[in-house]
């Protein structure tokens, strides 16, 4: 036998006194959609540490400093950055690139969801 403390809780028997036999139930049903969004369902690429440093590096120099992308391409090349795939140094639009996607992904990262509740359905019925 199955015991359940919510089914309980609404079980709302009464019995007659005299005779020991039950009077009324009252059963609750409820019914409703939950609908459930998040970025974490799907398959991240992550981005390793190399990557990540160079990334937070042309962010700095862009948005902080203030620089442009054949700036920051000099700069990059002067502390000895270089591309990941061939060793390359790193050209103004490749600096574009990796800023410009890398917003892309920031804010697929940090965006939200709300959960929702719909279609909420509630009776109260008598046995």
């Given at each position: 036998m199955?015991?359940?403390?919510?089914?309980?809780y609404f079980d709302n028997t009464v019995?007659?006194?005299?005779?020991?036999?039950?009077?009324?139930?009252?059963?609750?049903?409820?019914?409703f959609t939950l609908n459930i969004k998040s970025q974490s369902l799907s398959h991240l690429h992550h981005y390793n540490s190399y990557q990540q440093q160079l990334y937070n590096?042309?962010?700095?120099l862009k948005e902080v400093v203030g620089l442009g992308?054949?700036?920051?391409?000099?700069?990059?090349y002067n502390k000895g950055y270089r591309t990941l795939r061939n060793n390359k140094p790193?050209?103004?639009?490749?600096?574009?690139?990796?800023?410009?996607k890398g917003k892309i992904r920031e804010e697929r990262l940090n965006r939200s969801f709300n959960t929702?509740?719909?279609d909420?359905?509630?009776?109260?019925?008598a046995i």
């Open positions: 199955f015991y359940s403390t919510v089914a309980n019995f007659d006194s005299q005779s020991g036999f039950k009077i009324s139930t009252k059963q609750l049903n409820l019914s590096e042309i962010k700095r992308y054949r700036r920051i391409s000099h700069i990059l790193i050209l103004n639009n490749y600096v574009y690139a990796i800023y410009s929702q509740i719909l909420l359905k509630y009776s109260i019925s």
